[in-house]
């Protein structure tokens, strides 16, 4: 699956995108940013609040408890602030 | 009712008069139309801003936008609605985003014009990052905008 990182996630993160295959065992967003806070330092700091973090499961907010089964495209973002 | 929906992300700027012209042109059932703008301030609370940066989600803000509009147009009735969100970098004084709505009535018009632009700032994603006199640094999101939000969900 593809993965964006927006904002101050991505620049902690380093990248903009990337494509992931996590293992079968990752079944929802937050055992994915837990998977990936595994993955090395520049995640664990991009992911170090979780409860921060929002994200978007093609192109729709979802919760932390959100499958990713089936997502095409997965983001990671802080909180909005536009407008 | 017919109501069109204009939604743009761009860098370039927008002509408030073009757009509201846009939208009320050959039409006479349109008794008000609401503009707000938001534009880049100097200061943030009391620190000084000498530039804003502005990033989005292509193609999640369009869709988060239109979600949005869609609800506006289920809640009030409206006639027509624009929202155009510029993005890049931007200096004190310059226009970021830009709301019209248009309805028979005043109420629906001002009404859905707050709406939409709190949710925009809650929702849609954007992420606005400040240039100042000390530095570089990510704006945080403000529990007030929260607050503004929800007070727009239905019990």
Avoid at chain 2, 27 to 36: E, K, Y
Avoid at chain 2, 105 to 129: G, I, N, V
Wanted: net charge negative; proline share 4%.
């Amino acid at each position: 699956m593809k993965v964006k990182y927006f904002a101050w996630v991505r620049e902690r993160v380093g990248k903009a995108e990337e494509t992931i295959e996590p293992p079968a065992s990752v079944r929802t967003v937050e055992e994915l940013i837990a998977w990936l806070s595994g993955q090395s330092e520049a995640y664990a700091y991009a992911f170090e609040k979780p409860k921060v973090i929002r994200a978007a499961i093609d192109h729709a907010h979802v919760k932390s408890d959100a499958a990713i089964a089936g997502a095409r495209e997965i983001a990671f973002f802080p909180p909005m602030t536009g407008g | 009712m017919t109501c069109p929906v204009t939604i743009r992300i761009q860098e370039d700027d927008f002509d408030i008069a073009r757009e509201i012209a846009l939208l009320t042109e050959s039409r006479t059932d349109i008794g008000a139309v609401v503009s707000f703008s938001g534009i880049c301030r100097a200061d943030d609370d009391s620190a000084k801003i000498a530039a804003l940066t502005l990033e989005h989600y292509p193609g999640m803000a369009e869709e988060e936008i239109r979600r949005h509009t869609d609800e506006a147009i289920s809640r009030w009735p409206l006639n027509g609605v624009t929202v155009i969100h510029r993005v890049g970098r931007f200096m004190p004084g310059q226009n970021i985003v830009l709301v019209l709505t248009a309805s028979q009535h005043r109420q629906a018009a001002f009404q859905a014009a707050e709406f939409l632009m709190d949710y925009l700032k809650t929702s849609a994603p954007f992420w606005k990052k400040e240039e100042g006199a000390t530095g570089t640094g990510w704006v945080e999101a403000h529990a007030r905008d929260d607050e503004a939000a929800a007070r727009w969900k239905k019990s």
